[in-house]
Structures are given as structure tokens and as C-alpha cells.
């Protein structure tokens, strides 16, 4: 005599457990998040000041480049020093937040493969850490904005949106990064040279206005021309371009696709590699 079962029903995950393991996720990232920068300044005297000592230090040359020993013309706004940090400061956050995405896995390969935590933590936690660096040095901006008497506008409100863009766009090259260097070591050289030329074909120390027609339209391809000029708009409201804001958001849509698929796609032979 044979007996029938009913069909099992695949198993259900309580919204309960699901906000326990956001929770556990989010606590994960706050304490990997709090060792990075403890660990960063922990060996440091000066611990906070060199955050931001490298671009205060890069601002003073080029204002002195450009207003004390060339014409500057029409590269950027008084007080250029504002124009500068304005810029300067968030892009310290991207180019390290890359910078440090290259060794994501290698430098944690021993953590990431006695943890079981969702790997893509291990990338996020550097764009948390270095996020939180840049909202530490916005009070160094605030500083020179005061001495220098420019004027703070109401598009200062977009700051949240030009953070959540950066933030978004961080992740999203770190999860492509990432991974990728795992497979190809030579990857990490590769990025901090294409670094080198992203600082000239960002604008940082020029404003996309100053450019000519045609590399105006291909410098908004560029998802950090609209997320700087969201920065600047707080002090120089001409700056800001909702046609290079748009480009920025749907590029770092892209990005972030790009990043999670190859993540997805690459995550079980990254930890076999390692």
C-alpha cells in the first residue's frame, strides 16, 4: 500500500528574519565601517588632518598656479579657492574609494573566506569609510567659504542627492573593480592611471562652461561632471546643469548594473581564487 504526500511548499522567509538580517548586515558594515578608519589614523599623530591636508595642499597649488602666476581667464569663479575645494574635496572621496576597491578582496582574502557575510560588504564598507572623510572635511570648505566672503545659495538642499549619486557610483565601479583585480593583478595599476587622467577630464580645477561646445556635451558623459557641479551650485549657482545631473544619474544606473551583474557573476570564483 503506497501513500500519497502532498507537494512541499517551498520554504518562506518571515519579514522578521529579513529585517534581522538587514539589521545584522548593517551593524556588519558600521563595525568593518568604524575599523577602517581606525585603523587608517590609529598609527597617525595627525590622525583627521591628513583627510584633508592632501587637498587643501593640491587647492593651494593650483590657486596659486592659476591666479598668481597665470591668467586664469575664465577656468573657474571667485573665490577660486571655493571653486577649488568645492570639487576637490568629493573627488578625494572617488578617487580613493577606487583607489582602495582594488584590494577589496586581497588585502580581507583571509576574512572574506572564514566569514559568511554577503561579500559585497567588503566594498561598501570602503565607500562608507571614505564618505564619512568627506562629510569630516566639509567643515574644513565651510572654513574658507566664511574667510573668503562667498555667498552660500539654496541649491546647498541638493548636497543629499549629489552624496547619494557619488555614493551609488563608488559602489558601483568597486563592485566591478573588485573582483576584477582578483583575476587580473595588473587591473590595479591600470585603475590608478586611469585615475590620473579622470582628474583632468573631471572638472575640478576648470568648470564645464569654460570648455568649447564639443567637449562640453562629452564632458557631461562624464557621471562626475553633474555630481560636482550639484557640489559647486551651493556657491556658484551657474554651475549647476540639470542636463549634466540627468546624464550623471542615468550613467550611474549603468554603472551600477554593470557592477552588480559582474559581481554576481564572478563572486564564487573570486573566493576560489583567493
Same mark, same amino acid.
Given at each position: 500500500m503506497t501513500t500519497s504526500s502532498a507537494p512541499t511548499a517551498p520554504p518562506v522567509v518571515a519579514p522578521a528574519t529579513a529585517r534581522s538580517a538587514t539589521r545584522r548586515y548593517r551593524h556588519a558594515l558600521w563595525l568593518l565601517t568604524k575599523r577602517d578608519l581606525r585603523v587608517r589614523y590609529? +598609527?597617525?599623530?595627525?590622525?583627521?588632518?591628513?583627510?584633508?591636508?592632501?587637498?587643501? %595642499?593640491?587647492?593651494?597649488i593650483?590657486?596659486?598656479?592659476? +591666479?598668481? %602666476?597665470?591668467?586664469?581667464?575664465? %577656468?573657474? /569663479? /571667485?573665490?577660486?579657492?571655493?571653486?577649488?575645494? $568645492?570639487?576637490?574635496?568629493?573627488?578625494?572621496?572617488? +578617487?580613493?574609494? %577606487? $583607489?582602495?576597491?582594488?584590494?577589496?578582496?586581497?588585502? /580581507? $582574502?583571509?576574512?572574506?573566506?572564514?566569514?559568511?557575510?554577503?561579500? $559585497?560588504?567588503w566594498v561598501l564598507r570602503i565607500d562608507a569609510s571614505k564618505g564619512i572623510e568627506f562629510l569630516l572635511s566639509i567643515p574644513v570648505l565651510a572654513v574658507f567659504v566664511i574667510a573668503t566672503g562667498a555667498h552660500l545659495h539654496w541649491q546647498v538642499v541638493l548636497w543629499p542627492l549629489a552624496i547619494l549619486l557619488q555614493a551609488a557610483l563608488v559602489y558601483g565601479i568597486g563592485l566591478i573593480v573588485a573582483p576584477l583585480v582578483v583575476f587580473f593583478r595588473d587591473l590595479e595599476r591600470a585603475v590608478k592611471l586611469l585615475?590620473?587622467?579622470?582628474?583632468?577630464?573631471?572638472?575640478?580645477?576648470?568648470? +564645464?562652461?569654460?570648455?568649447?561646445?564639443?567637449?562640453?556635451?562629452? &564632458? &557631461?558623459?562624464?557621471?562626475?561632471?553633474?555630481?560636482?557641479?550639484?557640489?559647486?551650485?551651493?556657491?556658484?549657482?551657474?554651475?549647476?546643469?540639470?542636463? /549634466?545631473v540627468l546624464a550623471s544619474a542615468v550613467t550611474t544606473a549603468v554603472v551600477v548594473a554593470i557592477g552588480l551583474a559582474v559581481f554576481r557573476r564572478s563572486e564564487h570564483r573570486v573566493l576560489k581564487e583567493l
Open positions: 590609529s +598609527t597617525s599623530a595627525l590622525g583627521y588632518v591628513w583627510s584633508i591636508l592632501d587637498p587643501l %595642499v593640491m587647492s593651494g593650483y590657486w596659486f598656479v592659476f +591666479t598668481q %602666476v597665470f591668467h586664469r581667464g575664465s %577656468v573657474g /569663479e /571667485e573665490p577660486y579657492i571655493v571653486f577649488l575645494l $568645492s570639487a576637490l574635496l568629493p573627488w578625494m572621496w572617488f +578617487t580613493g574609494a %577606487v $583607489s582602495d576597491s582594488t584590494r577589496a578582496f586581497i588585502s /580581507e $582574502s583571509k576574512l572574506i573566506r572564514s566569514t559568511t557575510i554577503p561579500r $559585497s560588504i585615475l590620473r587622467f579622470a582628474f583632468y577630464a573631471s572638472p575640478i580645477i576648470y568648470g +564645464t562652461h569654460a570648455l568649447p561646445r564639443v567637449l562640453h556635451d562629452l &564632458a &557631461a558623459i562624464n557621471p562626475l561632471t553633474g555630481i560636482f557641479g550639484i557640489y559647486r551650485a551651493a556657491f556658484f549657482p551657474s554651475q549647476l546643469d540639470w542636463t /549634466e
